[in-house]
């Protein structure tokens, strides 16, 4: 009878185990879902993957051979510290480097091997916190052409969807966008197949992709958000407001904030390990796939999570 009753008991701690795995996947395809709906309001997100080669899923900077003619778009401006340059891309990647003075540089390569590049139009729209370029590609729909919106779109319950809309369909145009941001002013990456690279900044950074690794170091704060690629940031600043995300489905997670870092951690993976150079105040968690507790004197949220990948938490150099 005891057998049967330790039989029982471990029955029910793998189901219970099961249980909290399954959640956690649960959890994970909704943030893929939620990312997908989030990108869609953004109006970035409608492309028929179905319709891109193998070569332009990849994600690779180099030029495809035999392309089309190249078609390059060019912009500069300046915008007030504290305000933002916002790039939003479809089918390309978007590479962000410091500026050598206050001006902000744009460049958009646009090629392709079957569509006219000339099809896909870069829209430049300014507005009260900064400045916005998109790629927009031609609607199938001419009667809803796509629009370029800033911000992630949170408003469009209130507005036409067709606002926040960049359908597109058998157009294999690539337009890569290259990115020099100013000191102090805020960039913003948004793309749906491609990789999103902010190096070597001095502001905060906001990224989001869905086919893509997402690469960032900069003297301010910054988060990331992709569905299939890696995630590694290094950080200068802990003094952000709110909570700080780090999200994939499939992709490790590198974090790297300074020494003085307070703040209550949640990280978690399925199908991965973590480690933390940052010794925990508190913990209600402390395991190899989820760690949440508190650093130094808490504060605002930090979460790192992802479903195929490790979750490393580093003290920056």
């Known amino acids: 009878m005891s057998n049967v009753i330790l039989i029982l008991l471990f029955a029910v701690a793998a189901l219970w185990s099961m249980a909290k795995d399954l959640d956690r996947v649960h959890e994970a395809v909704s943030t893929g879902v939620h990312l997908g709906s989030e990108l869609l309001a953004a109006g970035v997100t409608t492309v028929d993957a179905k319709n891109l080669s193998p070569a332009e899923n990849a994600y690779s900077s180099e030029a495809p051979a035999q392309a089309k003619a190249a078609d390059e778009f060019r912009w500069t401006g300046r915008v007030a510290l504290g305000q933002a340059i916002e790039i939003k891309g479809l089918n390309g990647d978007i590479d962000a480097q410091p500026a050598s003075g206050d001006q902000i540089e744009v460049i958009a390569n646009k090629r392709a091997h079957r569509t006219d590049p000339g099809e896909v139009r870069i829209q430049v729209v300014e507005h009260s916190n900064g400045v916005t370029i998109c790629a927009l590609y031609p609607n199938e729909d001419a009667s809803q052409p796509n629009v370029c919106v ?64 997402i690469n960032i170091s900069t003297t301010g704060y910054a988060q990331a958000n992709t569905v299939n690629g890696e995630i590694s940031a290094s950080l200068g600043n802990t003094n952000w407001p709110g909570l700080l995300e780090f999200r994939t489905i499939n992709g490790e997670i590198s974090v790297s904030l300074p020494p003085s ?57």
């Open 261 to 317: 870092l307070s703040t209550v951690v949640n990280a978690d993976t399925f199908n991965g390990g973590i480690s933390s150079d940052f010794p925990l105040a508190s913990s209600q968690t402390v395991s190899t796939k989820r760690l949440s507790g508190i650093i130094g004197a808490g504060g605002r949220e930090l979460i790192l999570k992802t479903l195929n990948g490790s979750i490393n938490l580093r003290v920056a150099n």
């Open 150 to 213: 800033p911000g992630p779109g949170e408003g469009h319950r209130n507005q036409s969807v067709a606002n926040y809309r960049n359908n597109v369909r058998n157009n294999d145009v690539r337009v890569d966008f290259k990115v020099r941001v100013p000191a102090g002013v805020e960039f913003i990456g948004r793309t749906v197949n491609g990789g999103i690279a902010a190096r070597s900044l001095a502001s905060n950074v906001e990224s989001r992709t869905v086919n893509g690794s």
